[in-house]
């Protein structure tokens, strides 16, 4: 059987592992991801490669039917400027990793278009909305919704966001200074309160230009290098780079607890890093 006719038959992993030249059950810990399985580089890409020449797709609904997940999170979006964009781009790819690593695919899906229809996905992660956006989405659903980078008070939904107190006193530590600006892109409303509750100012920047005009007598922090890396010559910059993957790896944790229902204290809820 070639190609072309294999395409118009339901491909199974006994076609894709005949092709491969490996076992069924090596191309079925291929595709689902499984952890502890001594499998080379090798093998792993050529599967994959048999698997998508054959036209392989793992049939979501009937895994859906059977165990009443999908196995996977739908991320939730809305439009950012060009520093959000790429502070979230890199939370994406690493909670994407994670996910990956824990058998859960990753979904993007637009604010908008996650109230017209449903994602077949067992969670939402949500990215910097506010509490009035959060709650309007959150309603909607009856799935588990996990809020990164959004403050309210809901002992019902995991919230993850910096930990500003602790940045705040550690670019003091660093800089030597005595007053410390948060220089950030573009936060939620009741973020951007939450940061300035803490630092002496805050500043929102939008692109490269809004960063070269600041003033470097003061001393800032960011947790973006992209702000640190277009400031002007001899602005004082303290970065706290691991926001991005801190923040991802507790909204993986948090989300697959939700699925889990497994219950956790009001404290647990509201994580901060």
Known sequence: MNITEK???RVTIKDVAKAA???IATVSYVLNNTPGQ???DETRKKVLQFANLLGYEC???ARYLATGKSNTVSALIKDFLPF???YYIRLLAQLSRILWQRNFGLKIVDYADGFKRSTDCDAYITLALSEEEFRTFADTKLIPVVAVDSIFDDVLFYRINDDYKRLYEQAKTELGASE???ITYALSPEVFAAAQAVFDDV???ETARDVLSIDTSKRYATVLSAIRDNAPSGAHIALYEQSYPLKAAAAADA???AIDRIQNTSEEHDIKI
Do not use: E
């Open 21 to 23: 030249n490996v076992s």
């Open 38 to 40: 001594s499998i080379s």
């Open 84 to 86: 959000a964009s790429q």
């Open 7 to 9: 395409r118009k038959n």
């Open 203 to 205: 500043i929102t920047v």
């Open 59 to 61: 049939n979501v609904m």
């Open 180 to 182: 410390v600006t948060l």
């Open 255 to 257: 989300v697959i607890r």
